[in-house]
């Protein structure tokens, strides 16, 4: 007999996810390697685009570390790609400068009339001139004035540096991450992102030092941020880091397996469901009939949610429910948006599921809580998105572009928003439209467009907006048969 107890508790012990620090990289037995991430670890793509929560900082600790990094090599990339002959370090990867990177600070300390991709080169330089055996200021302002008055010593020492890489067969690669952290305002964030990608394009006419950025995809739409020569060989060349549906299952999965008391229950719903729980995948360490494939992933799961999102038929299908009601305007999903779903499903006892370990009580219950967590992510990169959704607390989507103006202009929404935010965080396309444009036409549309780049707005094909439920349930947004906002009373 299937013991749901023991699956449901593997469930309420699944991982947070939680936004992994650099001062602590993952653990090889916690690196669960999707197949679509594969081509994001090659050190020649210098371009990585992905959103909150899909992986960014996770792969750029999981490169930088030593110990990791010849494991990951061997058993996630094989004989396709290796990593064995690279040396990783950190460009940049948070505001306060982890081991071996900058500073905001530091960069503060350069005068901004100053060319930004001098601040990167050097920091490039910082690691090279030690395998070239030169000496430099140790300040890092000094540093940055350096190279301003010496370009052609400092370029000797990139092509001698490159020489004794090459002669010893090594390959150097810096990784830089967080780049919403590099300033206070978002104009200068993207003036130094702008010029960390020129330096990118120009490591490309070596042979042997590379650099990988990692950066947001509201940066990467941002056209302004590519408009510079051959920026196209960088732009064309990038890699999106995201998560199918297949990756989200085959994770949970991976998760169950790794709880010893919940894998024998777990090989039993596998046998139940036709599945060979003992032939696995040897890098994804799930069983082989699992990869990629909807069918054999879905049966299974139908054994621990059951086969109905409700007492008839009408609202589907656990499996299929739970991707469409957590994928942002992008359709994406975050594993920690998908992992704490399911947490909080096993942890629902009002009532306790009969005979299955979740039900979709308690997937309801999980689509809440994650709408709750998701947003507050999203403010703590956009905290003006609050005061965009506040007004339209009680509308029914999907709705007409201008039912949502007219909430907006009632409630002095982009007025508001650029007062508080303006020259920090509010972006400033919609800085622009307040100081230039017509504030009863311009203005909204400006905002519906932020909020459809970074996934709070989805356009439908006959023009009305929708708000994905995992933004809309904790917004007080409504939809026609959607979850409820309101979280379920207990008796």
């Known amino acids: 007999m299937i013991s749901a107890p023991d699956i449901r508790e593997a469930m309420r012990t699944l991982p947070s996810l939680a936004v992994t620090s650099t001062g602590r990289p993952p653990a090889l037995e916690e690196i669960f390697f999707p197949e679509s991430h594969a081509e994001v670890l090659d050190p020649e793509v210098s371009l990585v685009i992905g959103n909150r929560g899909m992986g960014k900082t996770f792969w750029t600790l999981a490169l930088s570390d030593k ?18 002959d690279v040396d990783v370090t950190l460009g940049f990867a948070d505001a306060e400068g982890a081991r071996g990177t900058i500073s905001r600070l530091d960069i503060q300390s350069v005068s901004k009339k100053i060319p930004t991709e001098l601040i990167w080169r050097a920091v490039l330089l910082r690691h090279l001139a030690p395998m070239v055996q030169r000496s ?13 008055e010496n370009p052609a010593e400092q370029l000797s020492i990139f092509r001698d540096a490159d020489d004794v890489l090459t002669r010893t067969k090594k390959r150097f690669l810096v990784l830089f991450d967080q780049l919403d952290q590099l300033a206070t305002d978002w104009e200068r964030i993207q ?41 196209s060989k960088i732009r064309n ?38 599945v060979d729980p ?22 299974v799961f139908d054994l621990i949610a059951g086969q109905l999102m409700g007492r008839g038929s009408k609202r589907g299908r656990p499996f299929t429910w739970i991707p469409t009601h957590l994928a ?34 308690g997937i309801q219950e999980g689509v809440r809580k994650a709408s709750s967590a998701r947003l507050a992510e999203l403010e703590e990169d956009y ?55 017509d504030s009863l036409t311009e203005e909204p549309a400006v905002l519906a467009k932020l909020l459809r780049e970074i996934g709070v707005f989805e356009e439908r094909g006959n023009g009305k907006i929708n708000v994905p439920d995992i933004f809309r349930v904790k917004a ?12 379920r009373r207990r008796l």
């Open 383 to 437: 905290p003006w998105v609050s005061m965009a959704l506040e007004p339209l607390r009680g509308i029914l989507v999907p709705c007409l572009a201008s039912e949502i103006a007219e909430r907006w202009i009632t409630a002095k929404t982009t007025d508001g928003i650029t007062a508080k935010y303006s020259g920090t965080s509010a972006p400033i396309d919609l800085v622009l439209a307040n100081l230039f444009g």
């Open 278 to 299: 003992n032939e696995l995948h040897p890098r994804l360490g799930i069983p082989k009939q699992f990869v990629g494939n909807t069918d054999t992933q879905g049966t």
């Open 67 to 84: 110990d990791l990094r010849p494991e990951i090599s061997r058993r996630y990339l094989g004989s396709r790609l290796t990593l064995d």
């Open 136 to 148: 430099l200021p140790i300040g890092f302002k000094q540093l940055v004035s350096w190279i301003k």
């Open 237 to 274: 060349g990038a890699r999106l880091l995201s998560w199918r549906v297949t990756d989200l299952y085959g994770l949970l999965y991976f998760e169950i397996l790794r709880n010893m008391q919940a894998r024998s229950a777990f090989e039993g719903l596998c046998r139940e469901a036709n």
């Open 476 to 487: 007080g947004i409504l939809r026609k048969g959607g979850v409820t906002p309101q979280q």
């Open 191 to 231: 003036e130094l992102t702008q010029g960390l990608l020129k330096v990118a394009l120009a490591m490309k006419s070596y042979r042997s030092i590379k650099i990988k950025l990692f950066i947001r995809p509201d940066q990467a739409d941002n056209k302004q941020l590519f408009q510079f020569p051959d920026a």
């Open 328 to 361: 942002d305007g992008r359709g994406e999903i975050s594993p920690r948006t998908f992992l704490l779903v399911m947490k909080t499903a096993a942890e629902f006892d009002d009532p306790l599921p009969q005979g299955t370990a979740i039900d979709f009580q």
